[in-house]
């Protein structure tokens, strides 16, 4: 069998787990592990707390340091409310393009890198092959975030590190971060007659969101020279604003749905540090000398770490010497390439198939471009799992 053969009939069967990230993807990870186990590979599995989610970790070759990371997402979208012409959780295949949920979105890079594991002798690696798969992404990148933090401090990591999200083979070498919140401001009723003897929460999430757009603009000088990023400094967007029952009623409730997309780890740490200052040194200070029950309160709703371009990525050089491309880029989608990168890991995102078919109906990767994949990482795997 051809290995583009091999890939095929790998992502028939992972097509077939309906993995929705709402739902357990244990049965998918132990598919995995048993296969990567029978071509000699260690592999751990790392689950959540319920024990329905996991993610996989494996080494193929020596316990040795350095070596290089494979890894993608196990978990799809849903494909309620969408057209499909087909059942999503059965590959069909049509004019050179595999159809079904998670083709390109990731179990495609998923199943060539199973085949391209097939092809690999483990004695002739001088640096480990790592494959890491994890549950999900879909929804805040939790198995990642889970499996980095089962990892961290270890001595023995990998030193490359390729996250095969669809990017159609191109070399991406850095997305922003994405921060998604929700404030919510809780004050004290009253009549509209006598606004100071209420907390009205509206006021309060105005002042709030005037605070976030004066650091919209403060954000813009913070931009690092020569930011490869559209627009290059770290954005805040208002997002939605509620509250309030009544013309004449003091609100006592608002709240204020926002997000920041961070160029860098260090303007979000800023952001957070000043609104927490700003709300513990004026707001809260203001609402409680009415209502000492009055309340600012964030919730995170999902923490996408963005990838930030390095100077230093050996990946990032191999890869483009090996796809003969003149530079790398940048993507405008979060991925879980930045949770890798914060371990130490030289990464990028490069891997088959369009973002422009992700999530929808009928979403499909071309067997070209599931090719591709697998001829580069025929040249790569070589190269980055050679001893420095
Ligand atoms: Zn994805």
Redesign the pocket.
């Known amino acids: 069998m051809s290995r583009l053969d091999e890939t095929r009939a790998i992502l028939r069967d992972l097509i077939a787990f309906p993995t929705v990230s709402a739902d357990p993807n244990v049965e998918i990870t132990v598919y995995l592990a048993d296969r990567l186990s029978a071509l000699g590979a260690h592999v751990e599995l790392v689950t959540d707390r319920t024990g329905h989610k996991a993610s996989l970790f494996a080494r193929l070759g020596p316990e040795v340091a350095g070596g290089l990371l494979l890894s ?2 196990t978990d799809v979208v849903p494909v309620t409310d969408q057209a499909w012409s087909s059942d999503p959780f059965t590959l069909r295949e049509e004019d050179g393009l595999l159809y079904g949920r998670g083709t390109c ?2 179990k495609g890079f998923v199943a060539a890198c199973l085949a391209h594991a097939g092809s690999v002798d483990p004695d002739d690696l001088e640096t480990p092959l790592y494959f890491a798969f994890t549950y999900d ?2 929804v805040g990148c939790l198995g990642a975030r889970q499996l980095v933090d089962h990892l961290k401090g270890r001595a023995l990591l990998p030193r490359l590190a390729v996250i095969g ?2 990017t159609e083979m191109r070399v991406i070498e850095g997305h922003k971060g994405c921060c998604e919140y929700t404030t919510v401001f809780s004050g004290l009723e009253g009549h509209g007659s006598a606004p100071d003897l209420g907390v009205n929460a509206i006021e309060f999430a105005t002042r709030y969101a005037a605070k976030l757009l004066e650091l919209r603009e403060e954000l813009k000088a913070r931009a690092p020279t020569s930011c490869p990023f559209d627009p290059p400094w770290t954005t805040i967007n208002l997002g939605r604003l509620s509250g309030g029952t009544v013309h004449n009623i003091i609100a006592n409730h608002a709240e204020l749905d926002w997000e920041m997309r961070p160029v860098q780890v260090e303007d979000e740490a800023y952001v957070k540090a000043t609104l927490t200052s700003f709300a513990e040194t004026e707001l809260l200070p203001a609402m409680r000398a009415i209502h000492p029950g009055a309340t600012i309160e964030t919730t995170v709703i999902g923490e996408v770490a963005g990838l930030e371009p390095d100077k230093g990525n050996r990946t990032r050089d191999i890869l483009l010497e090996l796809t003969g491309a003149n530079r790398a880029e940048t993507v405008p989608f979060g ?1 879980e390439a930045g949770l890798f990168q914060s371990l130490g890991m030289e990464t990028v995102v490069c891997g088959p198939g369009s973002i422009e078919q ?1 999530h929808k109906a009928d979403e499909f990767i071309s067997l070209s471009q599931l090719q591709a994949c697998l001829d580069l990482l025929d040249r790569l795997v070589p190269r980055a799992t050679r001893s420095a």
Do not use: K, N, V
Request: proline share 10%; aromatic share 0%.
């Open positions: 993608g997402h979105d990731m992404e879909e999200e669809p991925t992700a």
